[in-house]
């Protein structure tokens, strides 16, 4: 491969760069503004999770195909895994095998380092350098970085570091407003020797080994964007914006790099609009209710704020809006182009004048004068000194199903039990129902176990729920929502989950829960309200398959004449977790219809068997058939 002086390109992956920031303020900033002029640049629609977004850039595949999906660095308890994200192909492969070196440096979500023909060195999630040696390539370059990137980063104060010795809730909204009056109002002072040394730590890299393509990333403006949205205008966040715009011009102008490609992942936003305007999007939507749920104080229609990293005061968050601007010989001049984030990898590949790989979006805006190259060959990566092959994608991960004519699937419904109730009966309807339509079908629950209800089908146990120990199946169906994660832990599956509720309602967890409900995976729910409700959270369609009813039992009907009007209740007891099943409510409304009217019974049917804990008189019905249950349903007036 032939080592050149200057790169071709310089990536700046600038993390959280806005794109209202920038477009309000192009006057403050100089270098972006001569690449908007002398190049082309646009509004990126994108998502908010920036894992998922930058190994989009890495792959050309959307989320839903690589896999990395609604990751968040801030809940990362593990290190990132390239080898986990379904594709044989990352950007760096496709530009080594067209004989052009690289050289990544901090790039996220993007560990181990790959042994690429030039240089990387993972970013955020990883070990530390000083406990791992996987996280540089070539290993001969990790005495060049003298401390962690990550940590150098400027820290928001904390409530202690501002002498507030009361804890975040209990502050009154006076004394917020006060904290956040002139708040981390020295960032960019803060900002500049940390940049500065970063700046001098690519240098060196890139001095040591040269590279045809030069890819930096930067989280300043993430990281900094959440603590300084406490005024409006955010005078501070623009002159952090001014200082990485000086550094962008430095490392363009040390590297002598033939074009230059800005690009971010997600804006920032304050967490007020949040709050008080509507959202569009089920992303914006759900993080709209994660900030809710998280105990977020709305302090004045502009402005709200919630603890956030090193419990500084948060008062900004991502959105689904970025920003791009490139120069290069190849592009027009003063072109503004909007472009969809899964656009910049075909985009990235043209300003380098390659196709794209088989299977890759390409770019077919106004950017360029001259046509798009036609896509690459289907040949198989042929490795090069020190660029290790990497295994192929697991067959089967999309079964093809089609509306007619629908072939066997082998489908495995994930439970932790078939116990007494709408659930376990449910489930043994459902696999009964797919075996008599011909499919393969099996159940997956734990050891120990009940099967209350009678079911034909294979059950296999399990002592815990390991996903690589799964049965092969071409669909899994997770019937509870701690059960999703498990399903989707295994690429090989497609994985369609089954709600029998909106489980945020009633999830001890509930941001957790919405994040889950969120996931954009095709889904089935036993009620058509519930599946709008999904259907409206992920963005995906969501089927209504009701259960229906055993008519042959279960019969319409007058109850016998006489006596005291009764209204019954299905009681399932707290003790067994049920609290979200409404007891409470119902008692106490039944306490205010009594103390009206004399002539009502209370009946309650106890499938549990539990003592059941009133505070009204009741009387406890216990059955053990269908039957039973048919004959107490018509014994009610309610």
């Not at 990544?104 to 530390?128: D, I, K, N, T």
């Not at 399932?572 to 119902?586: E, N, T, V």
């Not at 505070?615 to 018509?634: G, K, L």
Request: hydrophobic share 40%.
């Amino acid at each position: 491969m032939t080592q050149r002086k200057n790169p071709r390109l310089l990536v700046l992956a600038c993390d959280g760069l806005d794109p209202d920031v920038i477009l309000h303020n192009l006057h403050r900033l100089p270098f972006i503004r001569s690449l908007c002029q002398g190049g082309g640049h646009g509004v990126v629609e994108s998502a908010v999770h920036s894992c998922d977004i930058w190994t989009t850039h890495y792959t050309g595949l959307p989320p839903e195909q690589h896999g990395v999906q609604f990751s968040r660095l801030a809940l990362a308890k593990q290190p990132a895994d390239l080898s986990a994200v379904k594709t044989d192909l990352f950007l760096w492969d496709w530009l080594n095998r067209h004989g052009l070196t690289v050289g990544f440096v901090e790039p996220l979500h993007a560990y181990p380092a790959p042994r690429v023909q030039g240089f990387f060195v993972s970013g955020s999630p990883r070990p530390s350098l000083a406990q791992t040696d996987r996280a540089v390539w070539p290993p001969a370059l990790k005495p060049l970085i003298d401390r962690e990137y990550m940590a150098s980063l400027p820290k928001p104060p904390s409530l202690k570091d501002l002498g507030v010795d009361k804890p975040f809730n209990e502050l009154t909204d006076a004394e917020l407003l006060k904290l956040l009056d002139g708040y981390f109002a020295d960032a960019p002072a803060l900002l500049r020797p940390h940049l500065n040394w970063y700046l001098d730590l690519v240098e060196r890299l890139w001095t040591e080994v040269p590279c045809d393509v030069l890819w930096v990333y930067f989280m300043e403006t993430d990281v900094l964007g959440h603590f300084l949205f406490n005024a409006d205008p955010p005078e501070v966040l623009v002159q952090v914006y001014a200082e990485m715009d000086r550094g962008f011009a430095r490392l363009a102008q040390r590297t002598g790099a033939e074009a230059v490609l800005l690009l971010s992942d997600h804006g920032m936003t304050p967490i007020a609009r949040l709050l008080t305007q509507p959202q569009s999007t089920p992303l914006m939507r759900n993080l709209a209710e994660e900030y809710r749920v998280a105990g977020t104080r709305l302090l004045r229609p502009d402005l709200a704020v919630v603890q956030g990293y090193n419990r500084g005061l948060c008062t900004g968050t991502h959105r689904d809006r970025a920003f791009y601007a490139v120069r290069s010989p190849r592009v027009r001049s003063g072109v503004r182009a909007d472009v969809h984030f899964h656009d910049l990898f075909g985009l990235l590949l043209r300003v380098l004048g390659l196709p794209v790989p088989p299977g890759r979006r390409a770019y077919r805006g106004p950017l360029f004068p001259e046509p798009a190259p036609a896509p690459g060959p289907a040949r198989a990566p042929t490795p090069g000194p020190g660029t290790a092959p990497r295994a192929a994608t697991a067959p089967g991960t999309t079964p093809t199903v089609t509306t007619k004519g629908v072939r066997p699937l082998r489908i495995g419904i994930l439970t932790y039990g078939i116990h007494k109730g709408g659930r376990g009966r449910t489930v043994a309807r459902l696999a009964e129902g797919l075996a008599r339509r011909g499919h393969d079908t099996f159940i997956l629950m734990l050891e120990g176990q009940p099967v209350a209800y009678p079911v034909r089908v294979p059950i296999h146990r399990m002592p815990a729920f390991e996903p690589h120990k799964f049965p092969q199946a071409d669909v899994i169906i997770p019937a509870s929502l701690g059960l999703i994660p498990k399903a989707l832990g295994r690429s090989s599956h497609v994985t369609v989950p089954l709600h029998f509720r909106f489980e945020p309602d009633v999830a001890y967890d509930a941001r957790t829960a919405l994040h889950v409900v969120s996931l954009p995976y095709r889904s089935m729910a036993t009620a058509a309200p519930v599946a709008a409700r999904v259907q409206q959270q992920s963005g995906r369609p969501c089927h209504p398959v009701p259960p229906g009813v055993d008519t042959a039992i279960f019969k319409p009907g007058a109850r016998p004449p006489g006596g005291p009007r009764r209204v019954g209740f299905i009681y399932r007891s707290p003790a067994l977790g049920y609290g979200f099943k409404g007891a409470d409510c119902f008692f106490t409304a039944m306490q205010r219809v009594l103390h009206e009217e004399r002539d009502v019974e209370v009946c309650v049917l106890n499938p549990d068997g539990l003592p059941v804990d009133a505070p009204i008189p009741v009387e406890v019905v216990t059955v053990n058939s269908d039957e039973e249950i048919a004959a107490f349903y018509r014994s009610l007036d309610v």
